[in-house]
C-alpha cells in the first residue's frame, strides 16, 4: 500500500479533487491512434491507470483496455465506476510497472501522470523500456504526460487549495507545492486532504517528491527505450506548443 493519502485512504476522493477534461483529452488520444494507423478495437495498455477514468472513457469508444496500478484503493474505485457504468471489454489488474514481467502485448500505451512519482533515473528508464517491450512492434504506439521543468521552473505560484462538498462531508484538499532544494528538478508535495462530516475531523497531511522532465531529456529518454517518430506537445491539443504550459504530452511509435 502506497502512504500517499490521495493513492490510499483519499482514494475515494482522487476523482473529486483531480478535476479534468478527460472528453477532450479522449478525442486526443483517439485521434493520435487513428494517425498512427490504429484499429478503431485496438487494444490499449492503460499503465499507471489510478481510477480508471482514462480506461473507462476509451472503452467507451469501443476500444479494448487493460488498465495496471500499483494501488489497490485506485484500483477499487475503478472497478466499481467500471460496474456503474457497465463498460465492456475493460479490465484492471493490480500491478508495478518496475517489476511486472511483460507477456501482454497490445497495440498502443497510454501513461498518464506516472513518470513523475518515479525518482530514480534508471527506474525511469526502466518503465520506460517496459513499455516498449509489452507494445507491439511497427505502428505500437505510446501516448504519455509528464510535468515540463523548463516551464515549471519559472512558475512563482504553483500551490493551490479547494473545498468541495461530498457526500462523506466537506473535504478540503491543498497541494503546497516548493522547489526541491536537494534533488534536480524535482518538486516537494506537500498534499493535506481534511474532511469535516457531523460526526468527525479526518486529516492526512503527506509530502512527497514529484520528477519533472526537460522536453529534450524525454525524447532521449523515449529514443533510448526503443520509440522513434516521437512528437511533443504542451498539452491534449495538437496545437498547443511544449514551452506554452507546465505539461508535456509525448506520441511516440515503438520502433521495428
Ligand atoms: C497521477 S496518477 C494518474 C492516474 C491515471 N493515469 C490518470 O490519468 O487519472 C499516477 C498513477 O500512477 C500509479 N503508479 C505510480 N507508480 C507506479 C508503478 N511503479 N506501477 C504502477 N502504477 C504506478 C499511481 O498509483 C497512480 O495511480
Known amino acids: 500500500m502506497t502512504s500517499r493519502p490521495a493513492y490510499s485512504s483519499f482514494a475515494w476522493a482522487y476523482d473529486t479533487t483531480i478535476e479534468e477534461a478527460t472528453e477532450s483529452r479522449i478525442h486526443f488520444i483517439t485521434s493520435m491512434l487513428r494517425r498512427r494507423k490504429l484499429p478503431s478495437n485496438a487494444y490499449i495498455f492503460d499503465a499507471g491507470c489510478g481510477t480508471g477514468s482514462y480506461s473507462i472513457a476509451l472503452g467507451q469508444k469501443g476500444l479494448t483496455v487493460l488498465g495496471m496500478d500499483s494501488s489497490t484503493e485506485l484500483l477499487e474505485q475503478a ?3 467500471l460496474i456503474f457504468t457497465r463498460t465492456p471489454h475493460v479490465r484492471f489488474i493490480h500491478g508495478n510497472l518496475l517489476t511486472e514481467p511483460s507477456d ?6 497510454l501513461c498518464r501522470g506516472v513518470l513523475g512519482d518515479i525518482l530514480v533515473k534508471e527506474d525511469r528508464q526502466k518503465v520506460l523500456e517496459h513499455l516498449a517491450d509489452i507494445l507491439r512492434a511497427s505502428q505500437g504506439t505510446l501516448i504519455m ?5 523548463e516551464t515549471t521552473r519559472s512558475c512563482t505560484e504553483l500551490s493551490w487549495q479547494r473545498t468541495y462538498q461530498t457526500t462523506r462531508g466537506e473535504l478540503f484538499f491543498a497541494q503546497d507545492i516548493s522547489f526541491a532544494t536537494h534533488l534536480p528538478q524535482t ?10 462530516s457531523s460526526a468527525e475531523e479526518q486529516i492526512a497531511s503527506h509530502t512527497f517528491q514529484l520528477y519533472t522532465w526537460r522536453p529534450y531529456e524525454l525524447c532521449q529518454a523515449l529514443a533510448e527505450a526503443g520509440f522513434k517518430d516521437i512528437t511533443l506537445t504542451g498539452g491534449y491539443e495538437e496545437q498547443s506548443l511544449p514551452k506554452t504550459t507546465q505539461w508535456l504530452v509525448a506520441v511516440a511509435t515503438k520502433r521495428e
Open 104 to 109: 501482454i502485448k497490445v497495440d498502443a500505451v
Open 187 to 196: 518538486l516537494d508535495v506537500k498534499e493535506t486532504h481534511k474532511l469535516k
Open 79 to 81: 472497478k466499481q465506476k
Open 145 to 149: 504526460d509528464v510535468r515540463n521543468w
